[in-house]
């Protein structure tokens, strides 16, 4: 990405795939791959830095447009700083309803249904805690979907038994994604999530998160 600086102000962008006229003079593309930093510079174009200090995982937060400037000789791109998503539900307050602001939940953006009563408290947009609850508990119904044939089997066929180990294994499944919901629940901010989700290695090489994982599955 490159900028064109007249007078100490970026005064455009330009598109590199095509030549460029600057005053009375025609520049052809090969500029920004034959020409060396300097040489561009001495005609008013810069290469773009973007500075990405205080961009973050879009997962999690909101990053800022990039505000672009020239000094130093150089022309610099910088993120602002980022807003985090929010951690919980948002609910509809009973006052919402009563001013008719509500909006069913999977309804189209201003649809209403009509005849419909609608209560306070229904949720009004999703927050990550419920996000990331619902991408474990389908994780744990993936695992336990595996073994279901066995429940199903013993259902039907009065002198058959469910294997201790797949009750086992099972059992231990619905134990850890409700250890899961806890520990996310317990988190008080945004960061607090990362650190619970995010992978790391220890000196031994071991690579682990703080949320754990579900047990091995059976065979």
Known sequence: MFALVESGS????????????IG??????????????????????????IDETNKKNQEFYINTGITYSFGSNKVTGVYGTATARQLNDVLYTQSEV???TYQ?????????????????????????????????NQQAADFLAKTDWYVIKAADVTSYSVPSNITT????????????????????????????????????????RPLGEFPDEVV
């Open 104 to 136: 069913a939940p999977h309804a189209k953006e201003g649809e209403r249904i009509s005849g419909a009563t609608w209560v306070a408290n229904d949720v009004k947009s999703t927050g990550l805690k419920t996000y990331y609850k619902k991408v474990f």
């Open 10 to 21: 970026i005064t455009q962008f330009p598109n590199s795939n095509k030549g460029i006229t």
């Open 169 to 208: 294994y099972r059992a231990a499944v619905r134990t850890k994604v409700n250890s899961m919901e806890t520990q996310i629940d317990g988190c008080s901010d945004v960061d607090a999530l990362i650190t619970l989700l995010t992978y790391t290695e220890d000196s031994e090489g071991v690579v682990s």
């Open 24 to 49: 009375d003079n025609q520049y052809p593309q090969s500029i920004y791959t034959l020409w060396t930093e300097a040489e561009r510079n001495a005609i008013g174009i810069y290469t773009v830095e």
């Open 98 to 100: 009563d001013a008719d």
